[in-house]
């Protein structure tokens, strides 16, 4: 859930039902490209259409289940 934004810097919250995880990223001037962070891993987000963004994914062994990660999927902004 995105919870604020000013400019270029976008924050908000990754949730499930058993955490919560803010997190913070980086518009780049290309409008195109997203960096950005969490308390143990990175993102990258690209801009596909209006309403759809790939958002990859990846932590190195750095979370207490000391899992390593990378995933990339594709996300769409729902209506509400």
């Known amino acids: 859930t995105v919870r604020g ?3 270029r810097l976008v924050w908000g919250t ?8 803010p997190f913070a990223w980086a518009i780049s001037h290309d409008n195109t490209t997203v960096f950005g962070a969490d ?6 987000l690209t801009v596909l259409a209006p309403d759809r963004m790939e958002l990859c ?3 190195a062994a750095l979370s207490p289940t000391k899992s390593i990660v990378a995933s ?3 996300i769409e902004r729902t209506a509400r």
């Open 14 to 21: 990754t949730s499930s039902p058993s955490y919560e995880e």
């Open 57 to 59: 994914y990846t932590h």
């Open 72 to 74: 990339c999927f594709v």
């Open 5 to 7: 934004q000013d400019d």
């Open 39 to 44: 308390t143990d891993g990175q993102y990258r």
